[in-house]
């Protein structure tokens, strides 16, 4: 009988094991190129995955280069909301600002809130738990003279007051990058302390940003 | 007993032609700083009134100054949809190539023709008759030399492109008022031909729309 | 015999003086439109007046709306040194940012010091003493979050590096005005501290900035 | 006798021939990218070569990428006036027109002229024939919907001027590139006539440029 029990409870463990393994957390990472990028071998969503428990996530990625708040609205429904999503987590801005000097085609800031918050309603509305993210860099130089930095700081005021009024979790990138470079940047450099061009990861800035998603996503448990 | 009937068929006949005026066709103008003015006395809609049969229409208008394609959009069930429109003629692009320039804000090609194609199913699901127009101008100069004349002229090309592909009546502004300029602006005057300021309608220039409208609304029918 | 030296001594004496009124130091303050407004009643250079010693200096106004970096290059000879001045305060730089958003039209960084030294050697070379200003503000935000803060600094920063170059004095109205508003704009806002529309002088900061210059040319007796 | 006169007119005709050969017409192209490319072999300053009667030219590129009217002033007296050129054609507007949009550092209309004339007066005052050109394009599409048409056609208008008000003569290569499309790009295509990516020349760019320029040299003659 005593060993009849332990097979039952073995057994039982791995029903528990197996349903852990067969319904993970699916986390969504929706972006720019950097998330695009953050997939790649080295990227940060790859370093996420071995600073997580093991079989507990499943994450994707659904960066695309260029994305602005309003190409993610509109292709949520089929990158993102298709794969049934438990978390996303939501990091674009560099270009709503960045397009305003390369093309002439960035974001007003009221525009920008009003299709941020259409994308939260709609993520929310199909049960996704949403993780907000700021806009890192265009440009590591810490004295504030990175061309866009009035705008980076604006537009991520915008993105902490939506996580503040929605009750949302926020991986403020913005500052943590900005207090990084204030440590490791002492020479005012414009680029590769954390990114290898003023905006994409270099392999520090991979490592730093899936420590912060790490911190995230064990919250949310 | 014969006259009876006889007098109220002709009563039931009246009674029809009296809902019939009371049910007049609701037309929604729905557009930017030009349509917003072309409620005041002496607008195009306003001008419109006077040239459409007595108690057939009802003439809304919907423009907002500043609004892009994407405004249109984030706003059109307050503004549009909540007054159950027989007819709406969308009237907009000025805007998402002249803040390219102004402030750095305009609409990439590409997101114009998503935001567009948008507002248009979303209209036509919601039983409109949709029509469409070209944005007609920013500067009258004839010569293509007005700075916006190059975008202009591909974004009235994307409007026609889509006109074409849902088979909607398209009123197409850039070409008229180019043609009408042919003939009255020998001077290659970059304004008060049909606008005031490069842009918004002078006399001429609304009583011009008004009659182009007439004409696509009498099509309607 | 005494009366003689006496009548003697009041001729040298007013002949002194007169030399002194004959010969006040003329400072022209050479910059966009905050300098044309800066002679109203009222504007800095009116207050410099009641500032600085009686009949030492003649201030004159040579300020354009609009005006860039290489407009002061181009109307430099008309504009200023046609009138021989002993001291030329240049102050520039915010529509060299500004204009990047409004029109497409600014000036790249490296243009703007070519132009800049370009400016002061020619400046020099006719025997004029030249002081340098740092933009001070679009914006009175004091988060760094109003657009254009970032080029402000950079631009800024530009400037610091040429009068430090050429052993030249130096307003840096762009550090007192974010010092200023740091103490006297607790609620962050954009403007209403020192300027009426964040970038031109209200009252207080018309009288601000006569109190800057007023520093800077006691500096040069 | 007769055989020494036959001697000294031999003598005279290679003194004659050799002061030819020592002393050919130099010209100095001057301008951006296009110009920069078109040294390389197969560029339209080496096919112009060939064009050319042997011995009688010497042609020397000044052409830097990115260069606006105003770039061509600043470096004027290094890179076109120490060469002590007999002619200078200046070939310049695309990045004035296209850094409106690319980095919002265009060049205002007023502001191109004063260089322009600039750049015209200070190589005339040196001595030089000068010979002025218009951008070519940026697009290649016939139906004026490429972006920059508005400009363009703007921009070459203000050098017909500025020829025509100085009796210079001029090359005008966007009439002859809209023209050379008209005939050879039935397929409204942005690139692949004249032009890799819409704006540098592939081979019948270059060659068809080269051909225009050797046209307006003969007429030097």
């Known amino acids: ?21 067969a319904n993970p957390t699916r986390v969504v990472f929706f972006g720019d190129s950097i998330t695009q990028a953050g997939v790649n071998p080295g990227g940060y969503i790859d370093r996420l995955k071995s600073l997580l ?17 309003y ?42 809130v009003r299709f941020y918050e259409a994308v939260v309603k709609k993520l929310q509305a199909a049960n996704a738990r949403v993780v907000l993210c ?35 979790p926020l991986v403020d990138l913005r500052k943590a990058f900005l207090d990084y470079n204030l440590k490791h940047n002492p020479d005012n450099k414009e680029k590769g302390i954390l990114t290898t061009d ?5 392999e520090a800035g991979n490592q730093f940003v899936a420590e912060q998603m790490q911190k995230v996503l064990a919250t949310l448990k």
Not at 1 to 21: K, N, P, W
Not at 60 to 67: H, K, L, P, T
Not at 94 to 103: E, G, L, Q, R, T
């Open 1 to 21: 009988m005593t060993t009849f029990f332990r097979v039952i409870a073995l057994f039982c463990v791995g029903a528990l094991l197996a349903m852990t393994t």
């Open 53 to 69: 428990p093991a079989n507990q996530y499943e994450l994707i990625g659904a960066g695309i280069g260029g994305n602005k708040i």
């Open 71 to 112: 190409d993610l609205y509109l292709r949520m429904d089929d990158d993102v909301l298709a794969k049934k999503p438990d978390v996303v987590v939501v990091w674009v801005g560099v270009n709503d600002v960045w397009h305003k000097a390369s093309s002439g085609t960035g974001t007003d800031a009221d525009k920008f």
């Open 134 to 168: 700021t806009p890192a860099a265009i440009g590591e130089k810490t004295d504030m003279s990175n061309q866009q930095d009035g705008d980076l700081n604006q537009y991520s005021q915008l993105i902490r007051d939506i996580a503040k009024k929605n009750n949302l």
């Open 198 to 202: 003023r905006v994409h990861l270099n």
